[in-house]
């Protein structure tokens, strides 16, 4: 009986350490793309939000070392001076979860990944939501790249607002010199 729970103990820590084991460490921490900025230029997108507004989005990205992630996907329109559009702002918040790597094609390495949930969100009206069930998501890595890119694939369930960024790492802050 003895035996038998060790043996059983062992495979469990087996287990528990396969787990931990699936998100590369090199993968935690934050991520940011680049805003992509679009202009606006239908006589439509002019009436609504006024002559040389531009549509901008940019993606951030938390991993922790559980292998849990948080992906935000803020969406706005600016106006011609580069100022925020009330009210045309909102951000697409995605629980999910980093898992094992699998080769893909060239040197791309494509990790598995579970939605746990996603929701929309407007800051101007925060009593609203909208959840964004049948999102997917790819997270892929490279194998001849420097480890400081991260491509991501957002793909909606009905397909308007999919896309694909590139991320990059995040720099921590250099400590502050103590004043002399």
């Known amino acids: 009986m003895r035996i038998q729970l060790i043996a059983a103990a062992a495979v469990l820590l087996s287990a528990v350490g396969a787990t931990a084991q699936t998100v590369n460490p090199s993968l935690v921490g ?34 922790r ?59 101007d009206d925060p009593a609203y939501k909208w959840n964004l069930d049948g999102l997917r998501l790819k997270v892929v890595t490279f194998k001849d790249g420097d480890g400081n890119a991260i491509e991501i694939r957002y793909d909606t369930p009905e397909g308007r607002g999919s896309f694909w960024e590139t991320l990059r790492r995040e720099r921590a802050p250099a400590p502050k010199r103590p004043s002399s």
């Open 30 to 63: 934050t991520w940011k793309s680049a805003p992509e900025q679009v202009k606006l230029t239908t006589d439509f997108d002019k009436s609504v939000w006024g002559p040389d507004a531009s549509s901008v989005r940019t993606v951030d990205l938390v991993v």
């Open 65 to 123: 070392q559980s292998g849990e992630a948080t992906l935000t996907v803020t969406k706005k329109v600016v106006d011609a001076r580069g100022r925020t559009v009330p009210a045309s702002t909102w951000i697409e918040d995605v629980q999910f979860t980093l898992g094992a790597p699998q080769d893909g094609v060239a040197n791309r390495v494509e990790h598995d990944t579970k939605v746990a949930s996603a929701v929309r969100r407007f800051p």
